[in-house]
């Protein structure tokens, strides 16, 4: 069955640095989202994407986060200056599109990054 | 996108019936059911979703009420391995809203399976 797949699957990174995630969706889904889940606390939405751009953002979602769908494949997720709490685990997430748009997503086992 | 209310915790012996209860008495009538679970911070797995008839897959079967305020998973024979985070979450289409499928996940429910 097709998978969403994200690398890394562990980034341990220097504060005020950048870090790129890396997804790679469901071969013919046409949404991709980008969550995140703190240690211990729910799962939060942080970014929608379709149709080459950002359909829909949270208020986590600030200037130091920026996603890209640099080909046909890959969905990144960047974060150009890291802070501690950007701790987390973050997940990607694809979903078919039908007229109906009922279709679910599915997710990836995500990148646990860790900022120093 | 209604709001949803589980149990903090259920408790099911392995291979016996789990019944996860979700009250969503908020839900338009556009707005689908979906049920999703987190094992041990893997990421979300998807389990089934419906808008107002009972569905059912090979994971599980789920149950909407008549008046569609509330739904029950089932997971017809638990085992161990589906011990994990149940979250049930309520959505509005794309077409029918501006979310653009957006999930708001709650703290869910914890189902623990004993042996």
């Known amino acids: 069955e097709p998978e969403v797949t994200q690398t890394p699957s562990h980034q341990v990174t220097q504060m005020g640095q950048e870090v790129i995630l890396r997804c790679v969706p469901i071969s013919n889904h046409l949404y991709f989202y980008w969550y995140r889940q703190i240690l211990g606390q729910k799962v939060e939405f942080l970014v929608s994407?379709?149709?080459?751009?950002?359909?829909?953002k949270s208020e986590i979602f600030d200037d130091q986060f920026s996603v890209e769908r640099p080909d046909g494949s890959n969905f990144t997720l960047k974060i150009r200056s890291t802070k501690l709490e950007d701790s987390a685990m973050y997940f990607c997430?694809?979903?078919?599109?039908?007229?109906?748009?009922?279709?679910?997503?599915?997710f990836g086992d995500g990148t646990r990054l860790s900022i120093l | 996108d209604a709001k949803t209310t589980q149990p903090t915790s259920m408790d099911c012996a392995e291979g016996r019936a789990a019944n996860l209860p979700c009250n969503h008495s908020t839900i338009s009538g556009n707005e689908y059911v979906y049920w999703y679970r987190q094992i041990h911070s893997q990421g979300p797995q998807y389990i089934i979703h419906?808008?107002?008839n009972n569905e059912t897959n090979e994971m599980a079967s789920l149950i909407i009420t008549e008046d569609r305020k509330s739904s029950t998973l089932i997971l017809p024979h638990a085992t161990l391995r589906d011990t994990a985070v149940y979250y049930c979450?309520?959505?509005?289409?794309?077409?029918?809203?501006?979310?653009?499928?957006?999930?708001?996940f709650g703290q869910g429910t914890i189902l623990t399976v004993h042996p």
């Open positions: 979450i309520v959505r509005v289409p794309h077409a029918g809203g501006t979310s653009y499928g957006k999930l708001t």
């Open positions: 419906g808008l107002k």
């Open positions: 997430a694809s979903r078919s599109f039908r007229q109906t748009d009922n279709q679910p997503q599915h």
């Open positions: 994407f379709y149709n080459n751009e950002i359909s829909e």
